[in-house]
């Protein structure tokens, strides 16, 4: 069965104001892209995994507890349990140890006033007793344990039953990403099996006579492509089905080919390069002839050639990325405009990366009129305050600028040069890349 076409471009843009394809804010860009993926996507497929494989899986349905979390009132520490009736106002607190009860093992019968049962962490709360105190605060003779009454209060150091999930409640929510913490929180309400949402099927390649794969010959003039190995990285990172396409060469043949086959087989194709204004410049060419571009151009820096459409192969559509060629210009334009639209394809809910500000460390050197990401390493001083400064060169050549930065800084707009000391925004790249 085929994939449903997906709605024009055109509805979409026409909605901008100041609408220029050759020339489009950064803000206006993602703005068009969030806006055609939310009309267009379509809900995928569900299937059922294992626990074991669902890890980075998109949750199909809402996870519903079947049962109550813990299952009974327990203790949070290792000490002794009783009733906090039995708390003295005189200052000291002395109570006899009746019995034991430990995790699995509770201790059967019931506590009365002045009666403690020693307890270990996790162990079901006896029967009368609503408060544990810790062993450290605790001083022992035989049967009896003495302590400060003000070393706790009643109920203190009790885990409630249903305190983290009850019977009936959302455990998760469609459209999360399923991250460790999930796979314990999905175990400990017994269930083996997740609905997940079928993985979103991704097509790449890299474009160029000048690129060469790794173990080719690198002739004068050559370079290696390192472009698929970095999408291959991000794409791995988002969990979604990869389908590297190689390096297609510089003719309207070959790169009509593998535009086509991308497209019939995958629900989204990025390219990188070929999307400038050069002789042997197709990709755009074969946008336009198989699809639609709704821009190509975006005042941004690394990244201003940036092709976003979509194309269509054997009664299939595919959104289309048209990325840069340069190195940091395919990882800056992947997670400014692809990342977010991928996982909003694949059903997810949360998407936004971790953002915060931070005082600059040095001069950055800006002008208005075009939205800049710099790379940056933050770090927090002795004082506490967050700092950040570039990593260098900042050529969207130079690589080594994204393998040595922990960061994004964002530079807005309308902003010119930073002096040291102001602050900027920072996109983290920890669960970023």
């Given at each position: 069965?085929?994939?449903p076409?997906?709605?024009?471009?055109?509805?979409?843009?026409?909605?901008?104001?100041?609408?220029?394809?050759?020339?489009?804010?950064?803000?206006?860009a993602?703005?068009?892209?969030?806006?055609?993926?939310?009309?267009?996507?379509k809900a995928l497929?569900?299937e059922?995994?294992g626990?074991?494989?669902?890890?980075?899986?998109?949750?199909?349905?809402?996870?519903i507890?079947p049962?109550?979390?813990?299952?009974?009132d327990?203790?949070?520490?290792?000490g002794?349990a009783?009733?906090?009736?039995?708390?003295?106002?005189?200052?000291?607190?002395?109570?006899?140890?009746?019995?034991?009860?430990?995790?699995?093992?509770?201790?059967?019968g019931?506590?009365?006033?002045?009666?403690c049962?020693?307890?270990?962490t996790?162990?079901?709360?006896?029967?009368?007793?609503?408060?544990?105190?810790?062993?450290e605060?605790?001083?022992?003779?035989?049967?009896?344990?003495?302590?400060?009454?003000?070393?706790?209060k009643?109920?203190?150091?009790?885990r409630?039953?249903?305190?983290?999930?009850?019977?009936?409640?959302?455990a998760?929510?469609?459209?999360?990403?399923?991250?460790?913490?999930?796979?314990?929180?999905?175990?400990?309400?017994g269930?083996?099996e997740?609905?997940?949402?079928?993985?979103?099927?991704?097509?790449?390649?890299?474009?160029?006579?000048e690129?060469?794969?790794?173990?080719?010959?690198?002739?004068?003039?050559?370079?290696?492509?390192?472009?698929?190995?970095t999408?291959?990285?991000?794409?791995?990172?988002?969990?979604?089905?990869?389908?590297?396409?190689?390096?297609?060469?510089?003719?309207?043949?070959?790169?009509?080919?593998?535009?086509?086959?991308?497209?019939?087989?995958?629900?989204?194709?990025?390219?990188?390069?070929?999307v400038?204004?050069?002789?042997?410049?197709?990709?755009?060419?074969?946008?336009?002839e198989?699809g639609?571009?709704?821009?190509?151009?975006?005042?941004?820096r690394?990244?201003?050639?940036?092709?976003?459409?979509?194309?269509q192969s054997s009664g299939h559509?595919?959104?289309?990325?048209?990325?840069?060629g340069?190195?940091?210009a395919?990882?800056?334009?992947?997670?400014?405009?692809?990342r977010?639209?991928?996982?909003?394809?694949?059903?997810?809910?949360?998407?936004?990366p971790?953002?915060?500000?931070?005082?600059?460390?040095?001069?950055?050197r800006?002008?208005?009129?075009?939205t800049?990401?710099?790379?940056?390493?933050?770090?927090?001083?002795?004082?506490?305050?967050?700092?950040?400064?570039?990593?260098?060169?900042?050529?969207?050549?130079?690589?080594r600028?994204?393998?040595e930065?922990?960061?994004?800084i964002v530079?807005?707009?309308?902003?010119?040069?930073?002096?040291?000391?102001?602050?900027?925004n920072?996109?983290?790249?920890?669960?970023?890349?």
């Amino acid at each position: 069965m085929t994939k449903p076409s997906l709605p024009t471009l055109n509805s979409v843009v026409t909605c901008q104001s100041d609408y220029d394809p050759e020339s489009l804010k950064v803000d206006q860009a993602l703005q068009i892209v969030q806006d055609f993926v939310a009309s267009s996507a379509k809900a995928l497929e569900t299937e059922t995994v294992g626990i074991y494989q669902s890890l980075g899986r998109i949750l199909a349905q809402n996870i519903i507890s079947p049962i109550n979390v813990p299952a009974a009132d327990n203790s949070a520490m290792d000490g002794y349990a009783f009733a906090g009736s039995s708390i003295s106002s005189d200052g000291s607190t002395s109570l006899t140890m009746i019995g034991k009860g430990f995790a699995g093992h509770a201790f059967n019968g019931d506590v009365k006033a002045g009666e403690c049962v020693r307890i270990m962490t996790g162990a079901i709360m006896p029967n009368g007793c609503d408060t544990v105190i810790p062993q450290e605060l605790v001083e022992i003779n035989n049967d009896q344990i003495q302590f400060t009454s003000t070393a706790v209060k009643a109920g203190d150091n009790r885990r409630l039953k249903g305190e983290d999930l009850s019977v009936g409640s959302p455990a998760l929510l469609a459209g999360k990403v399923i991250r460790p913490a999930d796979l314990g929180l999905i175990a400990s309400l017994g269930m083996g099996e997740v609905a997940v949402k079928r993985r979103l099927r991704v097509g790449f390649f890299s474009t160029g006579d000048e690129l060469r794969s790794i173990g080719q010959e690198l002739e004068p003039g050559c370079v290696y492509d390192s472009n698929r190995y970095t999408l291959f990285g991000m794409l791995t990172r988002l969990g979604v089905e990869i389908n590297d396409f190689g390096v297609v060469r510089d003719n309207p043949e070959d790169m009509r080919r593998a535009f086509s086959d991308a497209a019939a087989q995958c629900d989204a194709v990025i390219t990188s390069g070929g999307v400038s204004v050069g002789e042997a410049d197709y990709t755009k060419q074969i946008m336009r002839e198989l699809g639609d571009i709704a821009f190509w151009k975006i005042n941004m820096r690394p990244g201003r050639p940036m092709a976003f459409g979509s194309i269509q192969s054997s009664g299939h559509q595919a959104v289309l990325f048209g990325l840069p060629g340069n190195p940091v210009a395919v990882m800056v334009t992947f997670y400014q405009f692809v990342r977010h639209a991928l996982l909003a394809m694949s059903g997810a809910t949360d998407l936004a990366p971790q953002t915060m500000q931070a005082r600059a460390t040095e001069t950055i050197r800006k002008r208005p009129g075009r939205t800049e990401f710099q790379r940056g390493i933050l770090k927090t001083d002795r004082s506490g305050i967050n700092t950040v400064s570039i990593t260098g060169a900042q050529g969207s050549g130079v690589l080594r600028s994204m393998s040595e930065a922990n960061c994004f800084i964002v530079l807005e707009h309308d902003q010119g040069t930073i002096q040291a000391g102001d602050l900027v925004n920072v996109v983290l790249f920890e669960g970023l890349l």
